[in-house]
């Protein structure tokens, strides 16, 4: 059975402690899910009984290729006109409730787990048609075009149904759901779910070009960010420029894990 973290905003009482484990640094963020309250949402045009934490976007000399929202929209909210950019593609995963797409005219519910890749010029909509609270992930990013590659194309799906790929050498303890083909070079973005039962790790730093956003669904671990081990809980972010070494232990008693971010396939801009 899966969990997922879902924010709940609020505000902390006066007599709470102001430290907390939130850090911004060159190499790395982690944004705790205690930063996640209600004085930090935001508002988009053309958006209904909708607010969102914001807690990516690019910034220059840091992680630059993306964006990130958890998105909350109450009941009979949502948007006929989601999406400004027509260069933006995106995922959505839904993490509670649950929102009607609809896609090139074709309506998709998504319950918890559903996953929907939106590539740039996708005519889509969003609307909670439930009396509940939904709240999913959006993950936008610009397509890079390359001549004589398509476009990809539109899918929906839920993570139930993606099977989980053991990490080589791991017995299973740190796997990856993959959304996408790895080999597809259509695509430029992957977003995956990342698992490790208790005791899986990565036992080397991982060093590599690609930009990570981290958002934890479940669990709790203790994460390598450049050289700080930093603990880490379900509703927590972590965001990662190029570069930035990471490795991860799981302790337990449960499963850890993460949606992840990164860019793929594409040649670095020069210039």
């Known amino acids: ?36 309250r209600d004085i930090v949402t935001s508002n988009l045009p053309h958006w209904e009984e ?35 950019d027509p260069d933006a593609e995106a995922v959505l995963f839904v993490v509670g409730g649950t ?26 909509t969003l609307r909670n048609e439930s009396d509940a609270t939904a709240t999913f992930h959006w993950i936008r990013k610009a397509y890079e075009r390359v001549e004589g590659i398509e476009v ?9 149904v993606v099977a989980a790929e053991p990490m080589p050498g791991t017995e299973g303890r740190w796997a990856t759901q993959r959304f996408v083909d790895p080999r ?7 977003v995956n779910i990342v698992s490790f039962e208790p005791g899986g790790s990565i036992p080397f730093p991982e ?36 570069f930035c070494p990471q490795a991860c232990y799981a302790g337990g008693p449960g499963r850890f894990r993460y949606l992840l971010y990164k860019d793929v396939n594409r040649h670095p801009r020069l210039g």
């Not at 090139?104 to 918890?112: C, K, N, S, T």
């Open 1 to 36: 059975m899966n969990r997922y973290y879902v924010p709940t905003g609020g505000h902390p009482g006066q007599e709470q402690l102001t430290t907390d484990r939130a850090v911004f640094t060159q190499a790395y963020a982690v944004l705790p899910r205690g930063t996640m």
């Open 50 to 84: 909708t607010r969102l934490w914001v807690i990516a976007r690019p910034l220059s000399g840091f992680a630059e290729t993306f964006a990130q929202y958890v998105v909350e929209v109450g009941p009979g909210g949502g948007s006929e006109r989601p999406e400004p």
């Open 99 to 124: 929102l009607v797409l609809t896609l090139d005219g074709e309506r998709h519910v998504l319950a918890p787990g559903g996953y929907a890749f939106l590539p740039p010029g996708a005519a889509w």
């Open 152 to 160: 990809p194309a539109a899918f929906v799906t839920n993570e139930t």
């Open 184 to 190: 597809d070079v259509r695509h430029d973005m992957h």
């Open 207 to 242: 060093t590599h070009v690609m930009e990570h956003g981290l958002y934890v669904l479940e669990g709790k671990a203790v994460y390598l960010l450049n050289q700080d081990w930093v603990e880490v809980q379900e509703g927590d972010f972590m965001w990662l420029r190029a």
